[in-house]
DNA sequence: GCGACAG
DNA sequence: ATCTTGTCGC
């Protein structure tokens, strides 16, 4: 497992971090598609922290997009580099996150990242932060609907409601289980809403979350289990 | 002014 | 995020 340090030069006070999303929100790419759902590599990062030791252990896990069977899975582990600020969670996370992708052998096609994306206070969540810094294209899946408002979807599997930042779409609730919380949608770089929903259903065959969260999330849980024993 | 608030 | 066992149910 590869070890980093807090990057030279990263933001270590609210307001430096807030001066650096106002800086690379404009290089967010809207206008692609992205890659067609079911096609190619997609890859699920997460991490998981230890805020005693101030211990970070992000994973990245790539499926085939086709058969969701792994194909690739890498881990990264570093000091916890900002504390958790709603709005600016993507400081806590990316650096790890970045070594982990580094890591990984092949190119890890879609990544989905297990938070927002254009959902947020000033249209640059963790997803579309990680697609800029990495020219990759990005989606974020979301548990909670965070500050933002919906009408609750229809009952049955892809069922979809706009997620609202007063009247602006900034994501969608969409349902992957029938009668089951819906999950919050949101673009991040270089894929369109639409084909991040496909995605995302496309993900989520058996469980409300995508499997490449899922693996994800329990792969940096079993790796910090390790780092901290 | 006092909460609420992705993970 | 994290603290945490068993239990009800498909």
Redesign the pocket.
């Known amino acids: 497992m590869t070890t980093v340090r807090i990057p030279a030069g990263w933001p270590a006070t609210e307001e430096q971090a807030l001066a650096v999303q106002d800086e690379l929100r404009s290089r967010v790419v809207l206008d692609e598609s992205g890659p067609p759902p079911g096609t190619g590599r997609v890859t699920g990062v997460?991490?998981?922290?230890d805020d005693e030791r101030d211990v970070v252990v992000a994973a990245a896990v790539v499926l085939d997009a086709a058969t969701l069977d792994v194909v690739a899975e890498t881990t990264a582990t570093g000091q916890v580099s900002f504390p958790?600020v709603?709005?600016?969670?993507?400081f806590r996370e990316i650096p790890t996150v970045l070594a982990a992708l580094d890591a990984l052998p092949c190119d890890p096609g879609l990544v989905v990242c297990?938070?927002?994306g254009l959902a947020?206070p000033r249209r640059f969540?963790?997803a579309a932060h990680l697609g800029v810094l990495t020219g990759l294209a990005t989606i974020?899946v979301?548990?909670?609907p965070?500050?933002f408002t919906y009408d609750d979807p229809g009952t049955a599997r892809g069922s979809a409601s706009p997620l609202l930042a007063g009247t602006e779409e900034v994501g969608r609730a969409l349902r992957t289980r029938d009668g089951v919380k819906p999950v919050f949608v949101s673009v991040g770089h270089r894929v369109d809403l639409d084909n991040a929903c496909a995605h995302t259903l496309a993900l989520t065959p058996s469980y409300r979350l995508p499997e490449t969260t899922r693996r994800a999330d329990s792969l940096c849980?079993r790796a910090?289990r390790t780092t901290t024993a």
Do not use: E, I, Q, S
């Open positions: 997460d991490v998981a922290y958790y709603p709005g600016l969670l993507a297990d938070g927002y947020h969540g963790l974020g979301a548990k909670n965070f500050t849980r910090l």
